[in-house]
């Protein structure tokens, strides 16, 4: 079935599931590729070139922005993170959709881009942001704090990030609380779907 291809711009505080939830969507939705950013900061552990991130040097990051190769950039901590316009625009003329899993000041500015954009843009027609809400901040201290990864000190810092984070949730097209996982994929599900005239 041909579908509208989406460009699809998702954020969350950070312990509300956005990525269990991405990666539930791309295990079901083969037509919806991940965004991959670009950064200047090493690898760490594990993490590949092209597949957790495009590690760049400095000195070609920078030649990007001057080529405005990005769709938006920030620094953060002395590193370069930025998405490429490129791959987004090649993915939506394919036919297929596009991800991206970015916060709050980033979608903003991917948002202020695409808006810009003259209206027969694919970017522009296939758009769409979504915010991920916790059900109540109790939960997503509750969920942060049995994650396991974070000291408190940290979790407290999420915490606040978080509010700051939901108070900018009114920007969104579109909110989806995750209360329950299987309820919040639904959600997901049927949006994208109702928004890609797949029913
Ligand atoms: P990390 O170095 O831990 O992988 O990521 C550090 C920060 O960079 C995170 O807060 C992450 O959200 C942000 N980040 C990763 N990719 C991008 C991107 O493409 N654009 C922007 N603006 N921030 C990004």
Known sequence: MKTKPLFIVMSAPSGC??????????QEYHDIVY???????????????????????K?????????????????VHDNYYGTLK???????AEGNSMILDIDVQGAAKVRDYVRALPNND???IGYVDIFLLPPDMEELRRRLVNRGTDAPDVIERRLANAEGEIARA??????????DL?????????????????M
């Not at 009114?170 to 209360?179: A, C, H, P, S």
């Open 59 to 75: 000195e070609r990051f920078e030649e990007l922005i001057r080529e405005n190769a990005f769709i938006e950039y920030a620094k």
């Open 182 to 198: 299987g309820h919040a994929y639904k959600r997901l599900c049927d949006l994208i779907d109702a928004l890609s005239g797949r």
């Open 17 to 26: 599931g956005k990525s269990t939830l991405i990666d539930m969507l791309l």
């Open 86 to 92: 490129a791959p987004i625009e090649e993915v939506l």
């Open 35 to 57: 965004s991959i950013s670009c950064t200047t900061r090493a690898p760490r552990g594990e993490e590949e070139d092209g597949l957790d991130y495009h590690f760049k040097t």
């Open 122 to 124: 694919p970017l522009k």
């Open 170 to 179: 009114d920007e969104y097209m579109f909110k989806v609380t995750n209360d």
